[in-house]
């Protein structure tokens, strides 16, 4: 032991510091270390449960893009369909347009066909009665005396439709 007194320990001191060490040593183990670790493994686990949430998130948001993306294509398809179909419904507007305007064009040409023969039948009888009124006051200056008008438009309707001239119609 003397050679422990000659380093300058004192036993009865070092074994008191020892005891004194080991009785803080074991309370703090007891009040702090525990505490501490605990807190620090709950950190721990909320770290974990923050990075696993992260993880779904991410997924989550991964499926709702492509969700997202999907939805976008289906409209862009939708749009595209409703492009084509008002580009044939226009169409077929322009066809019927068309379809109209050609009928009402062949109708009108049939009226004004029709008004057309209409006129001159009516200006060929014109001409007839006239042609019979000059003819009538041809031959009544021809012989000098009135003649029967009637027998008389009679007699050149009669040859007028027996020559062929100025038929009607």
């Given at each position: ?90 169409e077929e507007m322009k066809q019927r347009a ?72």
């Amino acid at each position: 032991m003397d050679a422990l007194g000659e380093l300058g320990i004192n036993l009865p001191q070092l074994l008191a510091q020892l005891v004194n060490f080991g009785l803080l040593f074991g309370l703090l183990y007891l009040v702090a270390y525990k505490p501490i670790m605990r807190m620090l493994d709950e950190r721990s686990n909320r770290i974990k449960e923050s990075m696993e949430q992260t993880e779904q998130i991410k997924k989550q948001a991964a499926d709702a893009e492509a969700e997202f993306r999907k939805q976008i294509a289906a409209a862009s398809k939708q749009g595209q369909e409703l492009i084509e179909r008002a580009g044939k419904t226009a169409e077929e507007m322009k066809q019927r347009a068309r379809d109209d305007a050609q009928s009402e064009a062949e109708q009108m040409l049939a009226r004004a066909r029709a008004e057309i023969r209409h006129e001159r039948d009516e200006i060929v009888d014109e001409l007839r009665t006239e042609f019979v009124d000059i003819t009538v006051m041809a031959a009544g200056r021809v012989i000098e005396r009135s003649l029967d008008e009637k027998a008389h438009r009679e007699l050149i309707d009669r040859v007028l439709e027996e020559s062929g001239g100025l038929k009607k119609g």
